[in-house]
């Protein structure tokens, strides 16, 4: 039984509950996720907006020196110039920049360290709170309401409110650099409390050293579907040998079960850690 806090970022929490094995998949090979080329524009992106807010905004620094750093890098230069225009009118309303968060909480009895690092957060004419996440990914656009059941969303909301007792309504914000569009959400304290809720089984299960295969549409978006995954071992003979290296690494309880197909119960795929 894990007693130390787990450790968990909006992202790892989004990851494990949708898919407990997924998260457990992450954790040993991290890198397996990333797409380096667009990691290298967000990071290049990131930082030039960084200095921006550092030196002090618009009124300090130049449209032409803001994008000297961005100047060989079209996509990039096409995320920050409109930014930089924008933050000519928001400048008085931000608060903070790049601001690192931490929260120690306790759902179902396990003990979490929440962490994550907020691009921007402004004050709101109502005295609230609006907190900014860049993407610079081409999209398309999230719902609202996608965004309003994202698990990932609800550990900011909660990182947020807990840094700035004072500052309500919390809200989060996804702005889309590319498009040049936000999308905001306001979570009720239901919502709040329903999706947090979500969080007990799988890490009560995390703490018990057990993790849970929970397939589903976001199977086809994982990239440990046909490298791992014992899941889907028996989709193809190439992809099954693709998958033997990793599934080694969980040891499945009720192996013996699996249909022809691969496709069994989710409730049947646990594995010890
Ligand atoms: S392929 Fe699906 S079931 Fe397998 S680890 Fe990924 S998300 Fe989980």
């Known amino acids: 039984m894990i007693k130390q806090p787990i450790p968990l970022t909006p992202i790892e929490v989004r990851v494990l509950t949708r898919c407990p094995l997924h998260y457990h998949f992450l954790q040993q090979k991290p890198s397996r996720q990333a797409n380096p080329a667009q990691e290298e524009l967000a990071k290049l992106v990131r930082e030039t907006i960084q200095d921006l807010h550092a030196a002090g905004g618009p009124a300090r620094l130049s449209l032409e020196e803001c994008l000297e750093k961005v100047a060989h890098q079209p996509k990039a230069r096409q995320m920050v110039e409109p930014y930089y225009q924008r933050l000519e009118q928001d400048w008085s309303q931000m608060m903070a920049g790049n601001e690192t968060m931490q929260l120690r909480i306790s759902i179902g009895g396990v003990s979490l360290s929440l962490q994550a690092t907020v691009d921007r957060l402004d004050k709101t004419s109502d005295g609230g709170i609006l907190a900014i996440l860049f993407r610079m990914e081409d999209g398309p656009l999230p719902l609202e309401e996608e965004l309003r059941q994202d698990r990932a969303m609800t550990i900011y909301h909660a990182l947020v409110a807990a840094t700035y007792p004072l500052k309500r309504p919390v809200r989060i914000q996804e702005w889309w650099l590319t498009l040049d569009q936000r999308v905001t ?27 849970m295969a929970r397939p589903g549409l976001h199977c086809d978006t994982c990239p440990f579907k046909y490298h791992g995954c014992p899941v889907y071992t028996h989709e193809t003979d190439a992809e099954a040998e693709a998958s033997q290296d990793e599934a080694s690494q969980a040891k499945a309880e009720d192996f013996a079960s699996a249909a022809a197909d691969g496709k069994i119960s989710p409730r049947t795929w646990i594995f010890k850690i």
């Open 185 to 211: 959400i306001e979570l009720s304290e239901e919502e709040f409390r329903g999706n947090l809720s979500d969080l007990r089984e799988p890490v009560q299960a995390l703490a018990r050293g057990e993790v």
